[in-house]
Protein backbone atom coordinates (compact mmCIF):
# COMPACT_ATOMS: atom_id res chain seq x y z
CA UNK A 1 0.00 0.00 0.00
CA UNK A 2 1.42 3.20 -0.52
CA UNK A 3 -0.68 5.41 1.85
CA UNK A 4 -1.81 4.31 5.22
CA UNK A 5 -4.21 6.06 8.31
CA UNK A 6 -3.81 4.83 11.36
CA UNK A 7 -3.05 6.31 14.64
CA UNK A 8 -3.63 9.86 13.47
CA UNK A 9 -1.00 9.52 10.83
CA UNK A 10 -0.97 9.80 7.22
CA UNK A 11 1.23 9.46 4.09
CA UNK A 12 3.77 7.59 2.39
CA UNK A 13 5.84 4.47 3.83
CA UNK A 14 7.82 5.89 6.27
CA UNK A 15 10.10 2.65 7.48
CA UNK A 16 12.45 1.68 5.55
CA UNK A 17 12.18 -2.33 4.87
CA UNK A 18 14.43 -3.92 7.99
CA UNK A 19 17.23 -6.46 6.77
CA UNK A 20 16.74 -10.52 7.82
CA UNK A 21 19.98 -11.50 10.03
CA UNK A 22 20.81 -14.09 12.84
CA UNK A 23 21.55 -13.87 16.56
CA UNK A 24 21.77 -16.24 19.38
CA UNK A 25 19.42 -19.04 17.73
CA UNK A 26 16.64 -16.68 16.98
CA UNK A 27 15.86 -14.77 13.41
CA UNK A 28 17.09 -10.75 13.35
CA UNK A 29 14.81 -8.00 11.68
CA UNK A 30 17.87 -5.17 12.09
CA UNK A 31 15.44 -1.59 10.91
CA UNK A 32 16.67 1.91 11.81
CA UNK A 33 13.59 1.82 14.59
CA UNK A 34 15.79 -1.05 16.60
CA UNK A 35 16.37 -4.64 16.24
CA UNK A 36 13.84 -6.97 16.12
CA UNK A 37 14.17 -10.75 17.04
CA UNK A 38 11.54 -13.49 15.84
CA UNK A 39 11.79 -17.51 15.67
CA UNK A 40 10.42 -19.64 12.85
CA UNK A 41 9.10 -22.80 12.78
CA UNK A 42 9.02 -24.33 9.13
CA UNK A 43 6.10 -27.18 8.52
CA UNK A 44 7.48 -29.87 6.35
CA UNK A 45 4.31 -29.79 4.43
CA UNK A 46 4.57 -28.07 0.92
CA UNK A 47 2.30 -25.19 0.35
CA UNK A 48 1.43 -25.31 4.20
CA UNK A 49 -0.51 -21.95 5.68
CA UNK A 50 1.68 -19.45 7.82
CA UNK A 51 0.56 -18.15 11.01
CA UNK A 52 1.71 -15.49 12.80
CA UNK A 53 1.64 -14.92 16.56
CA UNK A 54 1.32 -11.59 18.68
CA UNK A 55 1.97 -11.63 22.54
CA UNK A 56 0.52 -9.10 24.47
CA UNK A 57 2.22 -6.41 26.97
CA UNK A 58 4.89 -7.84 29.44
CA UNK A 59 5.27 -11.12 27.65
CA UNK A 60 7.60 -12.34 25.08
CA UNK A 61 7.46 -14.38 22.46
CA UNK A 62 7.72 -17.80 24.38
CA UNK A 63 4.31 -17.27 25.93
CA UNK A 64 3.12 -18.88 22.53
CA UNK A 65 5.98 -21.30 22.28
CA UNK A 66 3.57 -24.45 23.01
CA UNK A 67 0.79 -22.87 21.05
CA UNK A 68 3.57 -22.58 18.22
CA UNK A 69 4.94 -25.85 18.84
CA UNK A 70 1.32 -28.18 17.93
CA UNK A 71 0.41 -25.36 14.91
CA UNK A 72 4.19 -26.18 13.62
CA UNK A 73 2.70 -29.67 12.18
CA UNK A 74 0.50 -27.89 9.92
CA UNK A 75 1.63 -24.53 9.00
CA UNK A 76 4.65 -22.17 9.27
CA UNK A 77 4.66 -20.41 12.66
CA UNK A 78 5.81 -17.18 13.28
CA UNK A 79 6.15 -15.68 16.66
CA UNK A 80 8.18 -12.12 16.88
CA UNK A 81 9.06 -10.34 20.41
CA UNK A 82 6.89 -6.80 19.88
CA UNK A 83 9.13 -3.92 20.20
CA UNK A 84 10.41 -3.32 23.73
CA UNK A 85 9.77 -7.15 24.59
CA UNK A 86 12.44 -9.70 25.38
CA UNK A 87 15.49 -9.64 23.27
CA UNK A 88 13.58 -6.81 21.22
CA UNK A 89 13.70 -4.50 23.90
CA UNK A 90 16.68 -1.87 22.22
CA UNK A 91 14.19 -0.29 19.84
CA UNK A 92 13.54 3.19 19.63
CA UNK A 93 9.82 3.23 20.53
CA UNK A 94 6.46 0.94 20.66
CA UNK A 95 4.06 1.90 18.00
CA UNK A 96 1.53 -0.17 16.22
CA UNK A 97 3.05 0.85 12.95
CA UNK A 98 6.12 -0.08 13.80
CA UNK A 99 4.77 -3.42 14.55
CA UNK A 100 2.71 -3.62 11.29
CA UNK A 101 6.08 -2.88 9.33
CA UNK A 102 8.54 -5.08 11.39
CA UNK A 103 5.76 -7.99 10.69
CA UNK A 104 5.66 -7.37 7.21
CA UNK A 105 9.44 -7.17 6.86
CA UNK A 106 9.73 -10.35 8.59
CA UNK A 107 7.00 -12.49 6.42
CA UNK A 108 9.16 -10.90 3.20
CA UNK A 109 12.39 -11.92 4.48
CA UNK A 110 10.73 -15.45 4.50
CA UNK A 111 9.34 -15.47 1.65
CA UNK A 112 5.76 -15.79 2.38
CA UNK A 113 3.16 -14.16 0.69
CA UNK A 114 -0.06 -14.19 3.23
CA UNK A 115 -0.13 -15.25 6.92
CA UNK A 116 -3.07 -15.84 9.25
CA UNK A 117 -2.18 -12.94 11.85
CA UNK A 118 -3.48 -14.10 15.60
CA UNK A 119 -2.71 -10.89 17.98
CA UNK A 120 -3.15 -11.05 22.36
CA UNK A 121 -4.05 -7.82 24.21
CA UNK A 122 -1.57 -4.95 22.63
CA UNK A 123 -0.41 -7.99 20.16
CA UNK A 124 -4.04 -7.72 19.11
CA UNK A 125 -3.87 -4.39 18.57
CA UNK A 126 -1.11 -4.38 16.26
CA UNK A 127 -2.43 -7.27 14.35
CA UNK A 128 -5.40 -5.28 13.57
CA UNK A 129 -2.71 -1.88 11.87
CA UNK A 130 -1.26 -4.76 10.24
CA UNK A 131 -4.55 -6.08 8.24
CA UNK A 132 -5.19 -2.15 8.05
CA UNK A 133 -1.98 -1.42 6.31
CA UNK A 134 -1.23 -4.74 4.27
CA UNK A 135 -4.78 -6.21 4.01
CA UNK A 136 -3.00 -7.92 0.87
CA UNK A 137 -0.80 -10.11 3.31
CA UNK A 138 -3.71 -10.78 5.41
CA UNK A 139 -5.27 -14.53 5.34
CA UNK A 140 -7.00 -14.07 8.54
CA UNK A 141 -7.11 -11.96 11.75
CA UNK A 142 -7.87 -13.73 14.91
CA UNK A 143 -8.32 -11.29 17.70
CA UNK A 144 -7.51 -12.60 21.02
CA UNK A 145 -8.36 -10.54 24.72
CA UNK A 146 -8.08 -7.16 22.96
CA UNK A 147 -9.55 -4.15 21.75
CA UNK A 148 -11.18 -4.74 18.87
CA UNK A 149 -12.38 -2.65 15.61
CA UNK A 150 -11.24 0.94 16.82
CA UNK A 151 -13.09 3.52 18.52
CA UNK A 152 -16.35 2.11 17.28
CA UNK A 153 -16.49 -0.92 19.87
CA UNK A 154 -14.27 0.50 22.90
CA UNK A 155 -15.66 2.76 25.79
CA UNK A 156 -13.37 5.44 27.60
CA UNK A 157 -13.98 3.56 31.47
CA UNK A 158 -11.58 0.41 30.53
CA UNK A 159 -8.98 2.80 28.86
CA UNK A 160 -8.32 5.04 32.04
CA UNK A 161 -8.43 1.72 34.00
CA UNK A 162 -5.77 0.43 31.78
CA UNK A 163 -3.85 3.79 31.43
CA UNK A 164 -3.74 3.52 35.68
CA UNK A 165 -2.40 -0.01 35.52
CA UNK A 166 0.34 1.59 33.06
CA UNK A 167 1.47 4.32 35.59
CA UNK A 168 1.29 1.74 38.07
CA UNK A 169 3.56 -0.54 36.02
CA UNK A 170 6.03 2.21 35.52
CA UNK A 171 6.99 2.20 39.60
CA UNK A 172 6.35 -1.48 40.24
CA UNK A 173 9.47 -3.38 41.13
CA UNK A 174 9.74 -6.71 38.21
CA UNK A 175 8.91 -9.31 40.76
CA UNK A 176 5.67 -7.71 42.41
CA UNK A 177 4.60 -6.72 38.41
CA UNK A 178 5.03 -10.42 37.61
CA UNK A 179 3.15 -11.99 40.51
CA UNK A 180 0.60 -9.14 40.06
CA UNK A 181 -0.53 -9.69 36.10
CA UNK A 182 0.38 -13.18 36.04
CA UNK A 183 -2.43 -13.52 38.81
CA UNK A 184 -4.95 -11.26 37.32
CA UNK A 185 -4.28 -12.30 33.60
CA UNK A 186 -4.30 -16.52 34.02
CA UNK A 187 -7.24 -18.27 36.21
CA UNK A 188 -5.33 -21.37 36.81
CA UNK A 189 -2.45 -22.29 38.54
CA UNK A 190 -0.68 -23.32 35.26
CA UNK A 191 -1.46 -20.77 33.85
CA UNK A 192 -0.22 -18.17 36.48
CA UNK A 193 3.03 -20.22 36.86
CA UNK A 194 3.61 -20.07 33.33
CA UNK A 195 3.27 -16.34 32.79
CA UNK A 196 4.98 -15.66 36.09
CA UNK A 197 7.94 -17.14 34.44
CA UNK A 198 8.01 -15.00 31.42
CA UNK A 199 7.00 -11.69 32.77
CA UNK A 200 10.35 -12.19 35.49
CA UNK A 201 12.16 -11.50 32.25
CA UNK A 202 10.61 -8.54 31.00
CA UNK A 203 11.83 -4.76 31.48
CA UNK A 204 8.67 -3.71 33.60
CA UNK A 205 9.03 0.08 32.44
CA UNK A 206 9.33 -1.03 28.84
CA UNK A 207 6.03 -3.02 29.25
CA UNK A 208 4.40 -0.24 30.39
CA UNK A 209 5.10 2.19 28.38
CA UNK A 210 4.12 0.17 25.31
CA UNK A 211 0.64 -0.37 27.18
CA UNK A 212 0.71 3.08 27.33
CA UNK A 213 1.25 3.95 23.82
CA UNK A 214 -1.12 1.73 22.92
CA UNK A 215 -3.66 2.85 24.54
CA UNK A 216 -2.82 6.66 23.38
CA UNK A 217 -3.49 5.29 19.53
CA UNK A 218 -6.86 3.21 20.21
CA UNK A 219 -8.64 6.66 20.31
CA UNK A 220 -7.52 7.46 16.67
CA UNK A 221 -7.36 3.40 14.85
CA UNK A 222 -9.78 2.16 12.94
CA UNK A 223 -11.02 -0.78 11.79
CA UNK A 224 -9.18 -2.63 9.09
CA UNK A 225 -11.12 -2.74 5.86
CA UNK A 226 -9.92 -6.01 3.72
CA UNK A 227 -11.78 -8.87 2.38
CA UNK A 228 -10.47 -11.59 5.21
CA UNK A 229 -12.07 -13.61 7.68
CA UNK A 230 -11.80 -12.37 11.08
CA UNK A 231 -12.77 -14.10 14.50
CA UNK A 232 -12.58 -12.68 17.97
CA UNK A 233 -11.92 -14.69 21.18
CA UNK A 234 -12.18 -14.30 24.58
CA UNK A 235 -11.69 -16.01 27.63
CA UNK A 236 -14.87 -17.20 29.60
CA UNK A 237 -13.55 -15.18 32.88
CA UNK A 238 -11.13 -12.41 31.53
CA UNK A 239 -10.58 -10.02 34.08
CA UNK A 240 -8.83 -7.21 32.44
CA UNK A 241 -11.41 -4.46 32.64
CA UNK A 242 -13.47 -4.56 29.49
CA UNK A 243 -11.77 -6.74 27.44
CA UNK A 244 -14.70 -9.68 27.76
CA UNK A 245 -17.37 -7.27 27.06
CA UNK A 246 -15.52 -5.53 24.17
CA UNK A 247 -14.61 -8.54 22.55
CA UNK A 248 -18.26 -10.00 22.61
CA UNK A 249 -19.78 -6.61 21.54
CA UNK A 250 -17.28 -6.10 18.76
CA UNK A 251 -18.96 -9.74 17.40
CA UNK A 252 -21.91 -8.44 17.14
CA UNK A 253 -21.48 -5.19 16.00
CA UNK A 254 -19.45 -6.65 12.93
CA UNK A 255 -20.91 -9.52 12.79
CA UNK A 256 -17.72 -11.75 12.74
CA UNK A 257 -17.56 -14.95 14.71
CA UNK A 258 -16.86 -15.12 18.27
CA UNK A 259 -15.01 -18.02 19.86
CA UNK A 260 -15.47 -18.53 24.20
CA UNK A 261 -12.91 -20.07 25.78
CA UNK A 262 -14.19 -21.83 28.67
CA UNK A 263 -12.47 -22.60 31.79
CA UNK A 264 -9.73 -18.95 30.60
CA UNK A 265 -8.73 -15.58 32.12
CA UNK A 266 -6.63 -13.55 29.71
CA UNK A 267 -4.80 -15.71 28.34
CA UNK A 268 -6.61 -18.18 27.33
CA UNK A 269 -3.88 -19.96 25.12
CA UNK A 270 -2.26 -21.02 28.80
CA UNK A 271 -5.84 -21.68 30.51
CA UNK A 272 -7.27 -23.80 28.13
CA UNK A 273 -4.54 -23.89 25.49
CA UNK A 274 -6.59 -27.24 24.09
CA UNK A 275 -9.68 -25.17 23.68
CA UNK A 276 -7.74 -22.03 22.41
CA UNK A 277 -5.81 -24.72 19.84
CA UNK A 278 -9.02 -26.12 18.37
CA UNK A 279 -10.77 -22.69 17.87
CA UNK A 280 -7.70 -21.27 16.19
CA UNK A 281 -6.85 -24.25 14.35
CA UNK A 282 -10.78 -24.62 13.19
CA UNK A 283 -10.38 -20.80 11.88
CA UNK A 284 -7.22 -20.92 10.14
CA UNK A 285 -8.24 -24.37 8.47
CA UNK A 286 -11.58 -23.03 7.59
CA UNK A 287 -14.10 -24.29 9.99
CA UNK A 288 -14.97 -21.18 11.65
CA UNK A 289 -16.76 -21.37 14.70
CA UNK A 290 -20.76 -19.68 14.47
CA UNK A 291 -21.11 -16.87 16.49
CA UNK A 292 -22.44 -18.39 20.64
Not at 112 to 122: F, K, N, S
Not at 150 to 159: E, K, P, T, V
Not at 242 to 252: P, Q
Not at 271 to 283: K, M, S, T, V
Request: net charge negative; charged share 20%; proline share 7%.
Amino acid sequence: MDNFEIGGGTGADPFPAGKNGEESGALLLSSPRGDAYYWLRRCPQEGAPWLVLLHGAGMDHSVFRETAEYFSRSANVLTPDLPRHGMSEDYSEFTLRSCAYDVRDMLNSEGAERAYIAGHCIGGCAAQAFARLFPEYCAGLALIDTFPFGQSAYRGWACAALGNMAGLLRVMPARAFAAALSGAFSVTAQGSRRLMEIMLRQNTASAADALADTISELGTARPPEGCFPTLVMVGEHDRVPGIRILGERAAREFTVPLARIPGAGHTPYLDNPAAFRRALEDFVFGLVPATV
